[in-house]
């Protein structure tokens, strides 16, 4: 069975720092993408930060690049996303999710991943 278990999300104010952790087990680790989505009320859900352990390609959602930096751990099975200089718009509910890796890269659509964590709340606010 795939388990996805994600940690570290909680409350911070704009500019500091979070690191979300998702630990994955029951899969071919290196085999497979990883990485981050998110939603915020009434938006829909969105990649934020994705990485190929085939190759370690990595995407990265136009609005946190130069502010994220999701990193993979072969030896954990862990996926790590450093998130700096937080934002409120950067305010969702994160998830992680795995797909097994293609030869025709990154997918950014959340349809596309086999496998979700239970999503861990992110709030930037003053």
């Known amino acids: 069975e795939v388990q996805l278990v994600e940690s570290g999300g909680g409350l911070v104010r704009p500019g500091g720092s979070l690191r979300l952790s998702c630990a994955a087990s029951?899969?071919?680790?290196?085999?497979?993408?990883l990485g981050w989505f998110r939603q915020a009320p009434g938006k829909e859900r969105e990649g934020v930060a994705l990485?190929?352990?085939?190759?370690?390609?990595?995407y990265y959602e136009e609005s946190v690049e130069g502010r994220f930096t999701i990193s993979s751990d072969n030896a954990k099975n862990t996926v790590y996303l450093q998130m700096n200089s937080l934002k409120p718009e950067d305010t969702a509910v994160y998830y992680c999710?795995?797909?097994?890796?293609?030869?025709?890269?990154?997918?950014?659509?959340?349809?596309?991943?086999?496998?979700w964590g239970q999503g861990t709340q992110v709030t930037v606010s003053s």
């Open positions: 999710a795995a797909v097994r890796s293609t030869f025709w890269g990154i997918s950014r659509r959340w349809r596309e991943y086999d496998y």
């Open positions: 029951g899969l071919s680790f290196g085999d497979y993408t």
């Open positions: 990485i190929s352990n085939r190759d370690y390609s990595t």
